[in-house]
């Protein structure tokens, strides 16, 4: 099927010669709607018409219309056929449809209607930049609200509605936006757009820019922006003077307080806090890019080819039915993209700086992958006791080397054994560390004095005092909930 395109326009005159040509010489011409200012005109240019109104009133819903259209259209097609859309042809459903099946489209006349209503739009605000939607699509799209937008196949209250709730994130409910439909233009508030407006075939809304400081919904290109201005010559004196170095402690305090807000199940706090990881990443990759070293689409390019590559079960030929298979499979890719051709070399990937009970962890996780482990914790545990022994011969006899060691090593056993019990080991010293506040807070409430001032006895009293009451306390909600 060979289709010549012409997008309409208000009136017939404004059609560029080349399109009322293609109109007058057609054998067919498929007119997308009657009710089109200039469809008067066309008739008279070329007696042989095809229109889809009717379809707009049975079909069952947009894939159902533009199906149908797309057939009638096919149906016409004998010999040369003119197809005149109403809207932007770029975002036009029928058209889609129409190359989906393989049809071969030439575009003789297009972008006369969004120019249109830009052009109106243009008269009340200003209009630079602008991205193109069709309201058929504009659920899932992502907008950036620093530019204009212009929305496509604004035809009645129900496309009006969806077009009306996926911006209502992003705009205020009061932002005026300029309706074109049948050549008449008028200033639409957004909350009313669906509301008793007069709607045509074709209809256009355009929106005006928002600037990035009185947005009502940001993303991640927004926060890269304003760490450009931040950095920037006129930006904020501390970021400016930022580096890797000296940004690297922060990256640790906010992931920490990720972990705080997830434990403690706030999940307010939690979008929070990731945020403020987010804001270390696109911060990073500023000071990256004004080095000339990366940006933030490189670093989201690795971070998408790393998953898209270890996913084979996904994104290629590799099969994986479960999870134990995903992390064997994961960890066999990773092995190969970092060239650990011994085992000893993927055991020195683990980093330094994650801390050495979790760095413990990840070790013994990894000998265990390749069988050197404890059947159970049961088996783990006498190696807890062997090392015990060993720290106290080295506490009362040994060099202070020695003891460090040995306590090393009991600490690892025991991290063992927690291992093997799935549990984690910075979870449970940290249930400790909340304990002993907790038990400090009851002790000074007890005491009828500063606690710097107190005997060892006298504190002790107090820690016994406490440890009571906070049993008591458990034993108390335990018969509540029994």
Known sequence: ?????????????????????????????????????????????????????????????????????????????????????????????????LLRQGASLTYISCGSAVAAAVTAARSEFPVGEYGVFSARDIGGAVFDTTGALVITGVDNAYSAEGVKCALSEYYAEDTRGMLYAGGKSALVKLYDLDRNIELGTGGIFVLPAVPLYEKERYGLYDLVRVMKVLRGENGCPWDREQTHESLRQYILEEAYEVVDAIDADDICALYDELGDVFLQVVFHAEVARQCGEFDIDDVATAVCKKMIRRHPHIFGDGRADTAKEVVTNWEAIKREEKNNETFVSVLRDVPRSMGAMMRAYKLQKKAAAVGFDWNDANAAFPKVEEELAEWKEELENGTKDAMEGEAGDLLFAVINVLRLKKTNPELCLNKTCEKFIERLALMEKYAENELAGLTLSELNGLWERAKREKADEIGKNAEKIG
Do not use: H
Request: glycine content about 8%; some cysteine; charged content about 30%.
């Open 1 to 97: 099927m060979e289709l010549q395109i012409v997008e309409l326009v208000p009136e017939a005159d404004m059609l560029p010669l080349r399109a009322a040509r293609a109109i007058r010489e057609a054998d067919a011409v498929v007119l997308q709607s009657e009710r089109a200012e200039c469809a008067k005109q066309v008739r008279e240019w070329n007696r042989n018409i095809v229109t889809l109104d009717d379809l707009f009133e049975t079909a069952e819903d947009f894939d159902a219309l533009y199906a149908a259209g797309a057939g009638r259209i096919g149906q016409a097609a004998r010999g040369s056929v003119v197809f005149c859309v109403l809207g932007d042809a770029g975002t036009n459903g029928f058209i889609r449809e």
